[in-house]
């Protein structure tokens, strides 16, 4: 059996994911959306051998603006499948992970999409399943009855089931020997036919694609909540997750993967990757000073918690004691922003230094060595899998990464020095899902 590896996937924020990157001084001039921004870093990414480069999707935008809300930078990123598309024209081995939301699409349109992005990249389609449920999200869509969290994750998982079917009505070969001389385009028994009728879904008939190269794209997911470990040990292949302390993340994993045994599924299925914020430097007070420079920075004006708005409140002053309930959204995040502050008796200013500037993450800061001892640690000790990167500062956080740490953790065994894999499955050592149709026609024969 092959060592075990770190997995690297890279989450990029158009100027980083510190809060305050967008009024660095390297920081972009321009707000608007940059394609040639995005391809060079896919393809610094991938020269470093990374697994994956991930899009997020936060779909939607509040109709309120005010000269408060002016002040937050907003990313603009593209909209996920086409960047990806125009990703995948300029690489050839890095996995590209769209996040979809559940509540605004239809699983025929997911489906279909996402196979057409598997083989245009050659098997290489992930996708971040997301459910979340914010209300101005709602209103852009003309939604008007919010759904609850178990709701939600009910219907993620419907949506989920019905994909594969999808993915699944046609067998792997259907489309690969036209029978010219017999003008037989495919065999009719190629494909499979459903009739899905669910309880928040219906469909009828065959996808209007190919199946996937990768049978199906890799299933990402981001929970830390009870119902969406659940939904993680049941239904994805890579989790994304947050933790800022060893002992949290690995109760984190060790809960997770214990949980699969019940799906049937083996635990090296499942690749657990904690959040690293990391600012890396030729020494540790460099890296310290750079931060430093983003942490002066912080704007503290539209201070709110748990949806209370605390700009009232003295900054320097302790949480105050509110009767909070944390929304459907973000259930996991709010806890441990909650224990953090109560158990460490941090104030409202250090609150938002120490966990909003790198939202839960594990924050790595220092030299080389610093930063490549702490992952490896966290590897070793069953903390991670590996890590989902999320550079405070762009494009300088993720050129220095790539530059110093990636060689290093080369040096000690832990990362690939080229792809084994051409596939997004293949550099994740996951399995290829088998078309259950084939699979009973093999039985039966």
Request: glycine share 8%; proline share 6%.
């Amino acid at each position: 059996m092959p060592a075990r590896q770190l997995v690297l996937n890279v989450f990029l924020q158009r100027h980083g994911h510190h809060p305050a990157a967008w009024r660095h001084p390297s920081a972009s001039a321009s707000g608007r959306p940059d394609l040639a921004w995005w391809l060079h870093a896919a393809r610094l990414a991938e020269a470093a051998k990374f697994d994956s480069f991930f899009i997020a999707d936060f779909i939607g935008r509040s109709g309120d603006v005010t000269p408060d809300t002016g002040r937050a930078a907003i990313g603009l990123p593209f909209e996920p499948y086409t960047l990806l598309s125009a990703i995948a024209a300029v690489t050839s081995h890095i996995g590209l992970i769209a996040t979809v939301n559940t509540n605004y699409e239809h699983p025929y349109h997911v489906a279909r999409k996402f196979s057409s992005l598997d083989h245009l990249s050659g098997g290489r389609a992930g996708w971040n399943v997301v459910s979340s449920f914010g209300d101005h999200t709602a209103r852009n869509f003309g939604i008007d009855a919010a759904r609850s969290h178990a709701d939600r994750y009910a219907r993620a998982d419907e949506f989920v089931a019905l994909s594969k079917m999808l993915w699944d009505s046609w067998d792997d070969e259907a489309f690969d020997r036209p029978d010219h001389a017999a003008g037989q385009f495919y065999r009719p028994e190629a494909g499979h036919p459903l009739d899905f009728q669910g309880q928040y879904f219906a469909s009828q008939g065959l996808l209007d694609l190919p199946r996937p190269v990768q049978g199906h794209p890799v299933l990402v997911q981001a929970g830390n909540s009870e119902t969406g470990r659940e939904f993680a040990a049941r239904q994805a292949e890579m989790v994304y997750c947050s933790a800022t302390s060893l002992p949290v993340a690995q109760a984190y994993y060790g809960d997770v993967k214990g949980r699969m045994a019940k799906y049937g599924r083996a635990q090296d299925q499942l690749k657990v990757t904690p959040g690293l914020s990391v600012v890396v430097a030729e020494s540790d007070q460099q890296a310290q000073d750079r931060f430093g420079e983003l942490q002066a920075l912080v704007d503290f004006g539209n201070l709110e918690f748990g949806g209370f708005d605390l700009s009232g409140y003295p900054l320097d002053g302790p949480l105050p004691d509110l009767p909070y309930q944390a929304g459907d959204n973000g259930k996991g995040r709010f806890q441990q922003q909650l224990e953090l502050a109560r158990r460490e008796n941090l104030s409202l200013r250090q609150l938002v230094l120490r966990f909003r500037v790198a939202r839960g993450h594990l924050q790595a800061i220092g030299s080389v060595r610093t930063v490549a001892d702490l992952m490896e640690q966290w590897f070793v000790e069953r903390g991670a899998d590996g890590f989902n990167v999320v550079p405070p500062l762009l494009p300088q956080g993720f050129e220095d990464f790539t530059r110093l740490v990636v060689p290093e953790l080369q040096r000690r065994g832990l990362f690939r020095t080229e792809y084994a894999a051409s596939t997004l499955r293949g550099h994740l050592g996951l399995a290829r899902p088998a078309n259950p149709h084939t699979a009973a026609q093999a039985r039966a024969a």
